[in-house]
């Protein structure tokens, strides 16, 4: 059987795990292209309108899949922290791509995974579908933990800059939809922070209510560690049209760091790349003048 | 201390007789109008959903005439209005208001403890005993379901009624005479009052009017400056509306899925094509759907914020139904800047359409 694997939304960062766990088990894989302007395409026409960009762009890889694969994967992430959730769109996403696509031949394995028993527990559900036994499914469990995607820092040597860049996996991640943005920041000299590559401390007892959204509180805890260390410049938070879960963060991280520099970037399949581009260096203008002023006044200080 | 919180409906009136009876200060905000919106449009993420906005120029128009504590629900559910308290907060704070929140958390997420801590600092400056405090609360409780009671025959009933407007006019009524009258009893007295004239409002049951449905996300649908006052416009044509979503049901609903025992039916319907809970009310929007298109509804309407999480993915949902059990439904989606024209011409087509195969017998 083959088993095909969407290319969107956290599969992009779990990809090479889920591939490398189908594989041992047994299945062939295929993994759906880098988003392209045909799998846009593809999401555009047969999501709901109201919907954010990344759940569109998923649409349109399983509808890329629906014909090359027997099967396609479409998991149910519902927690990845304990008593927090991701977003409900996840958790009704094999709803939404059931009936929008119209589509019968998909898979949609429950994930919770808020640590390491849950996680095996959801993927041991997972295989029993397919009668698997035990021994076998250790050994797939052991490719799944060793396959899961490291960010490898690129370290620019001599930055003078470094910015922090925010935003859900899947848009940072997916080159397409964030039209190339962390090498376009690269070849301006900035070094790019992400999620993955620091280690924020919690600040969430700050807030009155601990958040119960996985997504606020990385960024959140990300953003004002960074701040607060002086460890950045500036803050670039690219995020997409419609994410309810990003108008929070966006308020709520705007209210706390104050002046600190901080460019937000909305898309949607409309979004042009030449604005995204004016946009992003005016903003590299300003550190590049601030951080220039800085030494001034140091110096004269 | 004076105590205020967002409108949601009839609420006004359940909390108007709590506060009463409890002898603690608060300040009802106007009702919500245009104005409203726009204080808190202004002052509000742009992006965040709708209600998060009314709310805050409800709080807004509080505090002007003088209320200095707002009390709100923290719904933990997986969506964004458990999470609307913080930014909620800052966004006061930020217009220079000094401003005290209290949460009301379920509590099985901040401990039965720190529960009833929050919930007796409503009530701090009552000298009541404690058994006149539980009393008053349950004042509270037999009001939002009696008005909600009221509300829901006035709405259903309409298509049915022999003189035109009676029981639009009620409606109007019992809600301006509730929050004049004096005291928490008084308040009650007349809410019984009109339960009865309701009930004896002539009706003609050979009448066969278009009945719809209401479903969606449940601040939407219950609160009416935000869905544009649709049920009214649909009561003034002499259309039956029906929809479970009031205050009343989520006391309800809560209290019972806390102590686990809900066995609403609507669940069970759902269950088919939404096995969870996703957050939101998007499960109860399409078990809704399945109830109604059950009792015979000639049509559905489904109404939801601009950006609104869960919604969508019921709306994905229900053109399956649509399809597969031949129901005509047809979304709203509303935000601040909703044009009023072409709103009310979406809704009157859909009205044409389900009158067109009314006549056709389909
Ligand atoms: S978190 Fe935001 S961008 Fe991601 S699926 Fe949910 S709404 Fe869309
Ligand atoms: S259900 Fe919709 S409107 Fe309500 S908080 Fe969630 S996103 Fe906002």
């Given at each position: 059987?083959i088993?095909?694997?969407?290319?969107?939304?956290?599969?992009?960062?779990?990809?090479?795990?889920?591939?490398?766990?189908?594989?041992?088990?047994?299945?062939?894989?295929?993994?759906?292209?880098?988003?392209?302007?045909?799998?846009?395409?593809?999401?555009?026409?047969?999501?709901?309108?109201?919907?954010?960009?990344?759940?569109?762009?998923?649409?349109?890889?399983?509808?890329?899949?629906?014909?090359?694969?027997?099967?396609?994967?479409?998991?149910?992430?519902?927690?990845?922290?304990?008593?927090?959730?991701i977003?409900?769109?996840?958790?009704?996403?094999?709803?939404?791509?059931?009936?929008?696509?119209?589509?019968?031949?998909?898979i949609?394995?429950?994930?919770?995974?808020?640590?390491?028993?849950?996680?095996?527990?959801?993927?041991?559900?997972?295989?029993k579908?397919?009668?698997?036994?035990?021994?076998?499914?250790?050994?797939?469990?052991?490719?799944?933990?060793?396959n899961?995607?490291?960010?490898?820092?690129?370290s620019?040597?001599?930055?003078?800059?470094?910015?922090?860049?925010?935003?859900?996996?899947?848009?940072?991640y997916?080159?397409?939809?964030?039209?190339?943005?962390?090498?376009?920041?690269?070849?301006?000299?900035?070094?790019?922070?992400?999620?993955?590559?620091?280690?924020?401390?919690?600040?969430?007892y700050?807030?009155?209510?601990?958040?119960?959204?996985?997504?606020?509180?990385?960024?959140?805890?990300?953003?004002?560690?960074?701040?607060?260390?002086?460890?950045?410049?500036?803050?670039?938070?690219?995020s997409?049209?419609?994410?309810g879960?990003?108008?929070?963060?966006?308020?709520l991280?705007?209210?706390?760091?104050?002046?600190?520099?901080?460019?937000?970037?909305?898309?949607?399949?409309?979004?042009?790349?030449?604005?995204i581009?004016?946009?992003?260096e005016?903003?590299?203008?300003?550190?590049?003048?601030?951080?220039?002023?800085?030494?001034?006044?140091?110096?004269?200080? | 201390?004076n105590?205020?919180?967002?409108h949601?409906?009839?609420?006004?009136?359940?909390?108007?007789?709590?506060?009463?009876?409890?002898?603690?200060?608060?300040?009802?905000?106007?009702?919500?109008?245009?104005?409203t919106?726009?204080?808190?449009?202004?002052?509000?993420?742009?992006?965040?959903?709708?209600?998060?906005?009314?709310?805050?120029?409800?709080?807004?128009?509080?505090?002007?005439?003088?209320?200095?504590?707002?009390?709100?629900?923290?719904?933990?559910?997986?969506?964004?209005?458990?999470?609307?308290?913080?930014?909620?907060?800052?966004?006061?704070?930020?217009?220079?208001?000094?401003?005290?929140?209290?949460?009301?958390?379920?509590?099985?997420?901040?401990?039965?403890?720190?529960?009833?801590?929050?919930?007796?600092?409503?009530?701090k400056?009552?000298?009541?005993?404690?058994?006149?405090k539980?009393?008053?609360?349950?004042?509270?409780?037999?009001?939002?379901?009696?008005?909600?009671?009221?509300?829901?025959?006035?709405?259903?009933?309409?298509?049915?009624?022999?003189?035109?407007?009676?029981?639009?006019?009620?409606?109007?009524?019992?809600k301006?005479?509730?929050?004049?009258?004096?005291?928490?009893?008084?308040?009650?007295?007349?809410?019984?009052?009109?339960?009865?004239?309701?009930?004896?409002?002539?009706?003609?049951?050979?009448?066969?009017?278009i009945?719809?449905?209401?479903?969606?996300?449940?601040?939407?649908?219950?609160d009416?400056?935000?869905?544009?006052?649709?049920?009214?416009?649909?009561?003034?044509l002499?259309?039956?509306?029906?929809?479970?979503?009031y205050?009343s049901?989520?006391?309800?609903?809560?209290?019972?899925?806390?102590?686990?025992?809900?066995?609403?039916?609507?669940?069970?319907?759902?269950?088919?094509?939404?096995?969870?809970?996703?957050?939101?009310?998007?499960?109860?929007?399409?078990?809704?759907?399945m109830?109604?298109?059950?009792?015979?509804?000639?049509?559905?309407?489904?109404?939801?914020?601009?950006?609104c999480?869960?919604?969508?993915?019921?709306?994905?949902?229900?053109?399956?139904?649509?399809?597969r059990?031949?129901?005509?439904?047809?979304?709203?989606?509303?935000?601040?800047?909703?044009?009023?024209?072409?709103?009310?011409?979406?809704?009157?087509?859909?009205?044409?359409?389900?009158?067109?195969?009314?006549?056709?017998?389909i």
């Open positions: 059987m088993i095909g694997i969407p290319n969107g939304l956290l599969n992009i960062k779990y990809r090479d795990a889920i591939q490398e766990f189908l594989n041992t088990i047994g299945f062939t894989t295929v993994v759906s292209p880098k988003t392209n302007k045909e799998i846009l395409d593809l999401g555009v026409l047969n999501c709901v309108d109201e919907a954010c960009l990344p759940v569109k762009i998923f649409h349109g890889h399983v509808e890329y899949l629906r014909d090359r694969c027997d099967i396609v994967l479409v998991p149910r992430i519902m927690k990845l922290n304990k008593n927090e959730f977003c409900p769109k996840f958790c009704g996403l094999p709803e939404m791509v059931k009936y929008s696509l119209d589509i019968k031949n998909i949609c394995p429950t994930i919770t995974a808020y640590n390491e028993k849950t996680l095996r527990n959801s993927l041991y559900n997972f295989s579908t397919f009668r698997v036994d035990k021994e076998k499914f250790k050994r797939a469990y052991k490719g799944f933990k060793s899961i995607y490291k960010y490898n820092k690129t620019i040597s001599n930055p003078n800059l470094r910015v922090l860049l925010l935003g859900h996996p899947y848009l940072i997916d080159d397409f939809i964030n039209m190339n943005l962390a090498k376009k920041l690269h070849q301006n000299g900035v070094e790019v922070f992400t999620e993955d590559n620091i280690e924020p401390y919690d600040y969430t700050r807030l009155i209510k601990k958040p119960f959204w996985t997504f606020l509180r990385s960024t959140y805890n990300c953003a004002i560690s960074l701040v607060e260390t002086g460890k950045i410049d500036g803050i670039i938070y690219i997409s049209f419609g994410c879960i990003d108008s929070f963060s966006i308020d991280i705007k209210k706390d760091i104050g002046s600190f520099p901080y460019l937000v970037l909305k898309i949607d399949e409309h979004t042009g790349e030449a604005g581009d004016t946009r992003i005016a903003f590299i203008d300003l550190l590049k003048r601030r951080s220039k002023n800085e030494y001034n006044i140091s110096s004269l200080g | 201390m105590i205020t919180f967002p949601l409906g009839n609420t006004y009136i359940a909390a108007k007789v709590l506060f009463d009876a409890l002898d603690v200060e608060y300040t009802i905000p106007p009702i919500s109008t245009k104005k919106l726009e204080i808190g449009c202004l002052h509000s993420p742009d992006d965040i959903c709708l209600p998060f906005k009314i709310m805050i120029g409800n709080y807004i128009e509080s505090i002007e005439k003088g209320a200095d504590t707002v009390l709100i629900t923290g719904s933990c559910g997986p969506c964004r209005f458990g999470e609307y308290c913080e930014l909620q907060k800052k966004v006061l704070m930020s217009l220079g208001r000094q401003i005290n929140f209290i949460v009301i958390d379920e509590p099985s997420k901040i401990g039965i403890k720190e529960f009833l801590n929050r919930l007796s600092s409503v009530a400056d009552s000298r009541l005993s404690i058994y006149k539980i009393k008053a609360l349950n004042m509270a409780l037999k009001a939002i379901n009696l008005i909600d009671e009221i509300e829901k025959e006035c709405r259903f009933f309409a298509g049915y009624e022999k003189n035109k407007g009676e029981f639009s006019k009620l409606l109007k009524d019992v301006r005479e509730a929050i004049e009258s004096k005291g928490a009893e008084g308040t009650l007295k007349v809410l019984e009052n009109y339960k009865d004239k309701v009930d004896r409002i002539e009706i003609d049951n050979f009448k066969t009017p009945k719809i449905g209401i479903i969606g996300e449940i601040y939407t649908i219950i009416s400056l935000s869905n544009l006052y649709i049920e009214d416009i649909l009561m003034n002499g259309v039956s509306t029906k929809r479970t979503l205050p049901w989520w006391v309800k609903n809560t209290a019972l899925s806390a102590l686990k025992i809900n066995r609403s039916p609507i669940y069970k319907e759902a269950k088919h094509y939404l096995g969870m809970c996703i957050g939101g009310h998007a499960q109860e929007c399409v078990g809704e759907a109830l109604n298109y059950k009792m015979r509804f000639d049509g559905l309407i489904q109404i939801f914020p601009v950006g999480m869960p919604e969508i993915v019921s709306k994905a949902i229900l053109p399956d139904i649509e399809k059990y031949n129901i005509p439904i047809l979304s709203l989606v509303v935000d601040e800047m909703t044009g009023e024209a072409g709103y009310y011409t979406r809704i009157e087509a859909f009205l044409d359409l389900i009158e067109g195969r009314k006549r056709m017998c």
